[in-house]
Each structure stands twice: as C-alpha cells, then as structure tokens.
C-alpha cells in the first residue's frame, strides 16, 4: 500500500510520507528527500523478491536496515540492534540478498544554452560488494520507476564497484565516477568551526603580502591559496582547491578555526559587500555558512589566553646522538617528539608486543566492539581469541611497512651551541625581553638577526664532532641525506606546528650537513614560529629542537594517511589519504594538488575522492596496496593514540618503486 503524499512545502510532523511502488517524479523526490553536502538526496530500497520499490522519507527513516527490519520485516529493534552486523551483511554483501540498497541524489549542469539541467545520480553505501550484474539490475530497476526525463547516472561507491563495472556496458549503464562528481565542487568543507570576525578577501598573493603585517585575531582570510605562514586569525577561506592535509588545514585544525573552500566567494563578496564587513562564518560537515553582520561581536581575548599549551620540561642534559631504533616514545623530553615517534615505530614493528587492537576494542553501540570486522580484514577466523587477534595484527603491520633508519641529535646539542657564543646569547636575551614587553613590532628583526646568527657562527669541535659522526660510512658513503626538524614545540595536542619548522632535503658531505644542521635550529627562531609559540603561551625558555639525519629513499609515491575522516569527525569507519608522485613534501607544502582517497577500514574498501593534479588514477594493484596502509595506520593508531584510541594520527610515507612502504613521519592529529 502507498502511503499519501503531502506537498513539500507542508508536512505534518510524525507523518510517514514514505512510499512503496510509486513511480517517482522530480516534485515527490524534493517531498521525501533531505539534504546532504548540500545535495537533496533520497534513500531507496528495492525488494527483489516482491518486484517493487520503497522510497523512503528521510526525515522519519534515516537508515535504511532498521526501515527494512521493522517496517518491511516486522522485526523489532532491538531483535535487530543484537545481530546488527549479520543483519548488514545479508543487504550488502550476499550475492543473493533480498534487497537492493542505494541513495538518489540531485545535482544539475547546464545545458548549451547555459540553462540549469537536473540530473540524477544513484548509489550504494561504500561497504556494498555489489557485482557488475546485480550493480546493472539495481540500475535498471531503478531507471525503469523514473521519470524518463530525468537522467540517472551510476556511481560506483566503491574500488571494486569500480573493477565490476569495467565489464558492463556504460550505454546500458551510464554512470559517473565520484572526481567526476565533486571534483569541481563550488564549496567544499575542509575544518568545521564557526567564527565572528571581519572578512579579508585578497585576490592575489601580493594583495595579501602588503596587508599580512596587520592581520590579526579578529580576522578571517580569504584568498585563492593561503600561504603556509598565515598568521593566527579567526578563519580560512580558499577560492582556489586544496586538500584537508594541507599545511594550512592541518593548523586551521590545531587552532580549531573554521576552514573552507568558497570558489564563488566573488559572487558572495559582490552580492552583499563583504569584503571588509564583520561575519558570522561556520562551516559544518553538510554546509558552509557566511553571513554578514549587522555590527562586530564582542571583543575576542587573545589567542594566547585562550589556547595556553603546556610543554614537558625539556631534557637537557649531555645526551649522545643515537640511532632512531634505540629511542622509545618516552625519550621525546630529550630528543624531541618526531625522533621519539619514530623510535617507538621500530619498537613496534620490532618487537611485535604492542596491543594494536584496542580501537576495534571499543563498543561501536549497538555493537560490543569491532573485532570481528578485524578479523576479517586480517583474515583472522571471526572468533579469533584476543591474543591472536593481537597478534595477527602485529604481524600484518610489520609486513607492511618499515621505520626510517637514522640518527637522532639531542636538544642537549643545539643548547651547546647557543650557549657557545656570547653574541648568540646577547641576541636571544633581547628576543625574550621584546616578547615579555609584548613589544611585537621589534620581534621579527630580532629573529632575523637572531637566525643569521646561528646560521653563519661557527660549530666549537664539540658540537660539530657528533653531527660528522652521524655521515654514513663503507658503501653509503656520500650518498644523499635528509634532515629534519624534532622539536618539543611540535606535534602537540592545540599546537602541531605542520610546515613551521624546517626540513632539508638534499645534504652532501660534512660541510652540507653542518650547514643543514644549523638551517634545522635557526627554524625554531624565525619570526613566524616565535609569533605563534608566543600566542600559545610556550616561553623561549622551553623550547628546544633536535634534529634527525637519514639517508634519503626515492620514491615513486609519497604522501599523507590520517586516520579519520577530516571533514566528518563521527565516521570511525573511514580513514583519509593523499599522495603524489615523488616525495611527501609536494602534498603537505601545497605545490601539487594530491589524488585523496577514503578506506574503510571496517568493512573494508575504498574509494577515489579527486584525482588531483595527475588526472588519473593510480592502478588497481598500487590502489590495494594504499588499503593495506590505511589500515596498518588504524592499527597504529591503537598503540600511539595518548588518552583516547579514538583520537587520530597524521603519518607521512612514501612508497618505493618495489611497492616498499615506509613511514618517514607519524603524529597525533590535530582536531
């Protein structure tokens, strides 16, 4: 029986304007539909056996298994809440199965005449392993209880959606892959936030340069690319595309801020006069908001006051340098917390005692926990006991990738250093004294001069000895270095720092690696990481940096893996990642728009986000591999979470052109 229908502009509330057989038009889409990622969409279930179709009413029934069990079943929920995931396995995986589940979403194009032109596009949920001829009937059944003059296309929700597909005939099929769909995307969320404060659009990079000095708290910055060292202020704004690991995202994200992409912020800006006015700025998973306001908000405190970060007391005694695998997690008071993650990384892989089980531990209700979902990802027996659940995945992540070898210099060095030359210490004692004064205007010539100081006095022999001895010797002898930074001023909880301080990429000799060395320190100095240091309440006094030495690996790949969904903090199932071809840095610093990619690491999958810069997509083989890593992350996460397995991880890596993975950076993630 067909439920009435009652128009769109006029529902009652409680009532169920679900229908069952109907044949559907565009008005009764908008009736039943809501809204997601500001697209109205419908969920709808095909009954196989029964030859018919339910569309249901979002606002009444937001998930599709539990309208199945109770309306079309007669289970009750809780009967279904105890057997939840046999319950979703007989509707997306059974090749069998009764029913046929998907979304309707709504988008338009234009036609030749510039005419807006609706078009439909359905899907599966992204777990769904739907094969090329039950993907061709679920489409077929749904075209044929269309409107004919609505288009409807296909999109596969998934990689293997994707490979099913190869073998069926797109006439028959037509569809659209999901790039295709969002890749050109008008407004995209990349940090949801919300922010009240005066809207600074800047049109060009040289715009933003003669006014970045007086940029502020109270502010909200609007260009095509911010540029990495984008002072603390209120919101982000991109017109141009980015990617949510992006260097500026990831600090949008550490200071809790609202970041965007606004690609018809011109029109926005001209409709309403707003560039110049005060705004109320939010930006939410499904939706971004700027709306002008009538007069400026309440005076804001200052960022320092409100973001006070608290630093371990640095370790400072005369530590030696040491190799990354002799480092545990709890030497970061000595040698910073980059060298430290990467230490415990090698115990990890190592040692293969961790617990990297515990995020599939933790009750997901209705379910008691994820365990056999990781069982199936591991291909463990679904009722393996703890201990080889544990085990099995100490084995899968070892077997997947590798910790960086190197060699880790102590705070304890560069402290030697400093203290080694009067005109050093005169220099910083006239930074700490502008900055207790909150004497701004005198800080960045003090820093300046404070970082051509260290980059040019020369090492004593007790500071340049350890470093030498760091070179490679026998067959590795002169072959490329790289050295990063490994402050205790980084990669915290509300401060992460990404893209602040300095790494050098291609060090040659003992001359370049002293220089390199000094370039790594004089970072902790520049203008832009003592402002924002300063605005969190972290005191000169405190911060130190160590430094990392590792030869240097080519890549084929490099990238980013954080494990959560940025843009959608409540999906435990998804992680996200990014990369391109060559090394991590060209994803992180901006200069080359990366492919993005979501996994899930429950039930497994993945899907193509945006291909980026390269325009196409990375093979199926390179793709499995990613899942493999994606998941290995999830495990990790397990282990170096610090007071919630739920909290997530930001890993760089790079994969070799033998498929090798290694992990060259692993972080909490700032959120």
Not at 601 to 617: F, W
Request: glycine share 8%.
């Amino acid at each position: 029986m067909t439920t009435a229908v009652l128009p769109s502009d006029a529902p009652h509330p409680g009532t169920d304007r679900t229908t069952v057989g109907a044949h559907l038009s565009l008005p009764l889409f908008r009736a039943l539909s809501g809204t997601l990622a500001g697209h109205p969409y419908l969920k709808v279930v095909v009954d196989r056996v029964e030859d018919t179709w339910h569309l249901l009413d979002t606002a009444v029934h937001p998930f599709h298994v539990d309208y199945i069990a109770t309306r079309v079943l007669g289970m009750e929920l809780a009967a279904l809440d105890s057997a939840l995931d046999a319950f979703n396995a007989s509707v997306y995986t059974d090749p069998g199965r009764r029913f046929l589940l998907g979304v309707l979403s709504l988008h338009s194009d234009e036609d030749g005449d510039g005419r807006a032109r609706p078009f439909l596009v359905l899907e599966t949920t992204e777990a769904d392993t739907m094969t090329g001829p039950l993907l061709e009937e679920f489409y077929t059944s749904v075209r044929h209880r269309l409107d004919g003059r609505l288009p409807l296309l296909l999109k596969p929700a998934n990689h293997g959606q994707e490979s099913e597909l190869a073998a069926v005939n797109d006439v028959r099929v037509p569809r659209i892959l999901s790039h295709e769909l969002f890749g050109n995307r008008t407004r995209t969320p990349l940090n949801p936030g919300e922010a009240a404060g005066r809207l600074r659009y800047f049109r060009t990079f040289e715009e933003y340069t003669a006014e970045a000095g007086g940029l502020g708290w109270s502010d909200i910055v609007a260009m095509p690319c911010l540029p990495d060292d984008v002072p603390r202020v209120a919101g982000f704004i991109s017109t141009a595309p980015t990617t949510p690991l992006s260097h500026t995202n990831v600090l949008a994200s550490g200071w809790g801020i609202p970041n965007a992409i606004v690609r018809d912020l011109e029109r926005l800006v001209a409709a309403d006069d707003l560039n110049g006015a005060w705004v109320r700025y939010e930006v939410t998973a499904d939706d971004i908001a700027l709306v002008r306001l009538a007069q400026a908000p309440a005076a804001q405190a200052p960022a320092r006051q409100q973001h006070h970060i608290r630093l371990r007391t640095p370790l400072l005694a005369d530590l030696p340098a040491l190799p990354l695998h002799r480092l545990r997690r709890t030497d970061q008071d000595g040698y910073g917390t980059k060298a430290a993650n990467l230490g415990e990384l090698h115990h990890v892989l190592g040692s293969r005692t961790a617990d990297l089980t515990a995020f599939y531990g933790r009750p997901r209700p209705p379910r008691a926990d994820l365990r056999g979902h990781l069982a199936a990802r591991l291909g463990a027996t679904a009722a393996a006991p703890a201990a080889e659940l544990r085990a099995a995945a100490a084995v899968f992540a070892a077997a997947t990738i590798t910790a960086p070898d190197g060699i880790a210099l102590p705070f304890a060095l560069q402290r030697r250093f400093l203290t080694s030359s009067p005109a050093v210490q005169q220099a910083v004692g006239r930074l700490k004294a502008a900055l207790a004064r909150d004497a701004l205007d005198a800080v960045d010539p003090l820093c300046r001069e404070l970082q051509r100081l260290v980059r040019h006095t020369p090492l004593p022999d007790d500071v340049a000895r350890p470093i030498i001895q760091a070179l490679p010797t026998g067959p590795a002898a002169g072959s490329r270095l790289v050295v990063r930074s490994s402050s205790n001023a980084e990669d915290l909880p509300g401060f992460s720092a990404a893209g602040v301080y300095d790494s050098v990429t291609t060090v040659h000799g003992a001359d370049e690696l002293l220089d390199a060395v000094r370039r790594v320190w004089a970072s902790l100095l520049s203008p832009r990481s003592v402002r924002l240091r300063h605005q969190a309440g972290l005191s000169p006094d405190d911060t130190y940096m160590g430094v990392i030495i590792q030869r240097y690996v080519p890549a084929d790949l490099g990238g980013v893996l954080v494990t959560c969904n940025p843009t959608r903090r409540a999906d435990f199932r998804n992680v996200y990642l990014n990369c391109s071809p060559g090394s991590p840095e060209t994803v992180v610093d901006g200069t080359t728009l990366p492919l993005e990619y979501l996994y899930n690491t429950v039930e497994g999958g993945g899907r193509t986000v945006a291909l980026g810069s390269s325009g196409q997509d990375l093979p199926a083989a390179t793709r499995q591999r990613l899942a493999q890593l994606a998941l290995t992350g999830r495990l990790l996460q397990s282990h170096f979470s610090d007071a919630d397995v739920d909290d997530p991880l930001d890993i760089e890596w790079l994969m070799t052109d033998q498929g090798d993975l290694h992990v060259v950076q692993i972080r909490p993630y700032a959120r």
